[in-house]
């Protein structure tokens, strides 16, 4: 089965970047055939800075190889490096109403964030990521849970596409993470957002210090038992999620474990859990930022790998629009 995802290289990338998606590719590379976008056309859409962009990008990568991913077993590479994404994008923009692309929940959010800036890029923001989806016959979709809403409207524009001109698409379907939505430290009801809060958010690159100034300052709840229960005890509930995860232990159990013990214990041993399991990415970016060579030449040979397999699909589908002459 074909596998494609990717992220936006925003900035340095938080745990819930990497729960959400990164995290379940690393298995998913052995099994299938995987494709890894660092989506920059993505990026500009929402207010950025030209001089970090090619650092974002590579920190992006940084963090793809930190997290497991293998160049020899997957293709890693930049979405503006193959331009079919873009071409693909214009061509499913004129089979899309309009109505669908402003209903999305994700659009809405970032035009009320940045209203000094809802350009006609955020509203196709879709478009292009569908194109992203479909260029490659993609089976399989690993994202969070905010992003299933694009992933659905991805599967519509296909269905659409094979209708109106014969079947080029397949429609993807989303693998879901067990790290799906993980929350705020600050405040738990909200997800962990960089640009939201940055101390609500632990990130990857973060040294030991910050990773327990963070986890102790985080908000608890009333009572002192550590139990697992989203609604009345959001804060211990989340941080329980984030120490499953990491640890590889249920919830139950760790239920079990803190039985008796205080949140200050509890929030004692996720710290040095976190700070033990983030240390590859702290050694790695040291590693790494100098290799830079390296870093692009793995750039350079994902997107040529992409760009066969997405000029094959362009191909068939300017020939079924009776565009190839
Ligand atoms: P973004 O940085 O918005 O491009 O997101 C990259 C990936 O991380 C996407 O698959 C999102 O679904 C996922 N993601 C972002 N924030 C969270 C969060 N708080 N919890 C879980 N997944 C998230
Ligand atoms: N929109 C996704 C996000 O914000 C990033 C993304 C762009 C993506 N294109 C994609 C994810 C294609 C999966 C497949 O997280």
């Known amino acids: 089965m074909r596998v494609f995802s990717g992220i936006r290289p925003t900035g340095e990338l938080h745990i819930g970047n990497y729960l959400g998606s990164v995290y379940q590719w690393i298995k998913l590379q052995d099994l299938h055939e995987c494709f890894f976008g660092i989506m920059d056309y993505h990026a500009i859409t929402t207010p950025f800075e030209p001089e970090k962009m ?3 990008i590579l920190d992006t990568l940084i963090v793809y190889l930190a997290a497991g991913l293998n160049p020899k077993k997957c293709t890693i590479f ?21 109505g669908e692309l402003k209903r999305m929940t994700q659009f809405k959010e970032k035009a009320k964030k940045h209203p000094e800036y809802v350009n006609a890029g955020l509203l196709n923001y879709p ?7 479909l260029l490659y016959k993609t089976d399989l979709v690993p994202v969070g849970k905010d992003q299933i809403q694009h992933v659905e409207l991805t599967r519509e524009i296909a269905r659409r596409f094979n209708k109106m001109f014969g079947v080029v698409f397949k ?3 989303v693998l879901l993470s ?12 909200k997800k962990m957002s960089k640009t939201d809060d940055p101390k609500g958010c632990i990130l990857l690159f973060d040294e030991p210090e910050e990773i327990e100034k963070k986890i102790m300052r985080a908000v608890t709840d009333l009572g002192k038992e550590i139990k697992y229960d989203p609604v009345k005890k959001p804060g211990i509930s989340n941080l329980l999620k984030i120490y499953s995860i990491f640890s590889e232990k249920s919830i139950k159990e760790l ?12 929030k004692r041993d996720l710290t040095k859990l976190l700070i033990k399991k983030l240390e590859v990415f702290r050694k790695k ?5 100098k290799r830079e060579v390296y870093l692009k030449e793995i750039l350079k040979k994902g997107a040529e790998k992409a760009e066969k397999v997405a000029k094959l699909t362009m191909k068939e589908v300017r020939e079924k629009m009776g565009l190839e002459i």
Do not use: R
């Open 255 to 266: 239920e079990e474990k803190y039985k008796g013990k205080g949140y200050e214990q509890f």
């Open 54 to 56: 090619e650092k974002n």
């Open 285 to 289: 970016k040291k590693e790494l930022e």
């Open 78 to 98: 930049v979405q503006s490096h193959v331009k079919e994404h873009i071409e693909l994008a214009w061509i499913l923009g004129t089979i899309t109403p309009l």
């Open 127 to 133: 478009l292009l990521m569908a194109s992203d989806i």
């Open 171 to 173: 429609e993807p379907k």
């Open 178 to 189: 067990e790290g799906e939505k993980i929350m705020s430290l600050q405040n738990p009801k």
